[in-house]
Structure formats: C-alpha cells, structure tokens
C-alpha cells in the first residue's frame, strides 16, 4: 500500500471550481488495477445521513403564532356570522402597524376555515378555496409586551359575544 496526491476541480458555490489536493490511499485490486480508499460508498453514505439530518430538524416554534390563532379561535367568527367557529389554517403575512414600548399593533394575514359549517372534511376545506367558510382574510391584533414575552389583548374583525 502506498499514499498518493489526488488532484480534482471541485464546483463551488457561484459556478467558481476551485482545484482541491487531497492525500489518499492506494491499492491494487484483484487485477492489478489501482484501488483508492476513503471514497467510496461509505463516505457518501455518511454525507447523505448528514444532509438528511439537516433536513429533518424543525425550525423554532413560533410562539406568538401560536398565540395569535388561540385567541382568533376563542373569539373570531367570519361571513357575517356564517362561519361561527373559524380556525387560522396558516399565516401567510404579518406588518407590524403601530410599535410602542409596551403595546405592538400586528396586521395579520390569513387563511381559514370552519369545520362546523359543513361535513367536509377539514383538510379538504382548506384545499378547496370555493367552500362555504373557507378562505382568506387580515385583522389587526393588539400585542401587550410582559416580561415572559407578548400576550394578544384584542383583535379586529368580527367576533362572538362574550357571554
């Protein structure tokens, strides 16, 4: 066994190559063909199990997200009352309109739907845009800054009484 210099032109990012030298081991094979060690399947089973790693870590919580659509669900109801239990099915924009020290204004963009408004299924309501109670809209929630993180105070739009 013997060590040789390895010498490839590697793409990188932006298209440059860049030239990469590397020492590897060499070995003749069963017909006198010379054999290099540390490239082969098991290296490129490592780096796959590494890329797979990294594309299954989840991204941090959303926190206020969370806080946001817990209080559309308690409070919110959408078409004139037609659709009395919404839920958020995404958040697809957010504007912070107003920013004080202690209160923040948050202009939210939405989907939803309603499940108690028909019997289809929910994951078919939110796919299908035509349905009853299914759909997009934006109201303004009012976020109060504590020490342990914001809390959602109020919110626009339409909304059940309380009782």
């Known amino acids: 066994m013997r060590y040789c210099r390895l010498q490839r032109k ?3 990012i932006g298209g ?4 990469v030298t590397a020492n590897a081991k060499q070995m003749t094979g069963r017909h006198g063909f010379p054999m290099e060690v540390g490239h082969g ?23 206020l997200a969370e806080k946001i659509q ?15 239990q919404p839920e958020i099915a995404s958040i697809t924009r957010r504007k912070v309109m107003e920013s ?4 923040t204004v948050l202009r939210v963009r939405y989907s939803y739907f309603d499940d108690s408004a028909d019997d289809t299924p929910a994951w078919q309501r939110v796919l ?16 109060a800054r504590r020490a342990t993180g914001y809390v959602v105070t109020g919110m626009s739009g339409e909304q059940r009484e309380e009782p």
Request: proline share 8%; glycine share 10%.
């Open 10 to 12: 590697v793409s990188g």
């Open 16 to 19: 440059r190559e860049a030239d």
């Open 41 to 63: 399947p098991l290296a490129s089973l490592a780096l796959g199990l590494l890329l797979v790693g990294c594309a299954v870590v989840p991204g941090p919580r959303d926190d």
């Open 70 to 84: 817990a209080h559309y669900a308690e409070r919110a109801i959408e078409e004139g009352g037609a659709c009395p």
């Open 100 to 103: 004080a020290a202690e209160q």
């Open 128 to 143: 299908i845009t035509d349905r009853p109670c299914t759909g997009f809209a934006e109201r303004d929630f009012t976020l």
